[in-house]
């Protein structure tokens, strides 16, 4: 951005893209099958990085959401072979769509991270599609009217009638699976999170637990798995300790938040704020 009178430009407030922390790029496939799988193998390897002090059910959730994935999100069949791979941005912030003063979008900016993707993975940012809970707060009444336009430029719009059966068709306004497949290859680390969210929200909710402890128990390779990765976790937690690293954990206290809220409120009408 312009800097002040010093003339030298002033670089700050940046936001990193949390795509795959492992950094890995996908290798050239020639299938959407193949592109799917090493999407998944990525999702899989980056939950396999240690975490400090993450307990055990966390891992057994982890570990069903790989499998859940697998099982019922990712679906390749050959048809999907013929839809084409668009070129989708990965990043689309807010920050980085431009408008004029009527809102129009004048353009779209950081393509750093751009790539074809296929076409069920073609997708509206998250936290306008409904898949992101924790945008979809924020942004409810938005979301709703974005649903709407798409429905009444669909009666005109083939492109537009195309997107909506993509993206919400036969869903009764919820977002499809593959906007879930979407995020979850935007964002790894939350792969757990998503499919405890779509399960709330296909009704789930109360089978998940037993869904997990049955796909735990189905298997003396995922137990082992499972046990690993505890092992490891108690480890990485044990090194960080070690060296002065371990910052742990604080419960959120409301009685200290309401009192430093106390405070700054009094700091502000002291000062005529």
């Known amino acids: 951005m312009p800097g002040t009178d010093t003339g030298l430009p002033v670089v700050g407030d940046l936001q990193s893209i949390p795509l795959n922390e492992l950094r890995r790029s996908v290798p050239p496939t020639t299938s959407v099958r193949e592109y799917m799988e090493s999407q998944l193998q990525i999702v899989s390897d980056t939950l396999a990085v240690p975490v400090a002090d993450q307990a055990i059910d966390d891992m057994k959730l982890e570990a069903f959401a790989v499998h859940f994935m697998e099982r019922d999100l990712i679906d390749a069949g050959p048809d999907n072979e013929e839809n084409g791979y668009p070129l989708c941005h990965s990043d689309l912030r807010l920050a980085n769509i431009i408008v004029n003063d009527e809102l129009q979008i004048n353009g779209i900016i950081d393509w750093d991270d751009a790539s074809t993707v296929p076409k069920q993975l073609f997708s509206p940012p998250p936290w306008i599609s409904g898949v992101d809970d924790q945008s979809i707060m924020e942004f409810q009444l938005l979301h709703a009217e974005f649903r709407g336009i798409l429905v009444a430029k669909s009666k005109t719009n083939s492109i537009c009638g195309e997107m909506f059966k993509q993206w919400y068709g036969g869903t009764k306004g919820e977002p499809n699976k593959a ?15 998503v499919v405890a969210r779509l399960h709330k929200r296909l009704g789930l909710i109360g089978k998940l637990r037993t869904d997990i402890h049955a796909y735990y128990k189905s ?3 995922v137990q082992e798995e499972v046990q690993k990765r505890a092992a490891l976790c108690d480890e990485y937690t044990s090194y960080l300790k070690n060296r002065g690293l371990y910052k742990e954990d604080r419960p959120l206290d409301l009685k ?14 002291s000062q005529g704020l």
């Not at 938040?257 to 009094?266: D, F, G, H, S």
Request: avoid cysteine; charge should be negative.
């Open 256 to 269: 200290e938040l309401k009192a430093n809220l106390e405070r700054v409120k009094e700091m502000l009408q």
């Open 179 to 193: 906007l879930y497949v979407a995020h979850i290859i935007r964002y790894p680390t939350e792969l757990a999170e």
């Open 219 to 221: 298997s003396i390779a």
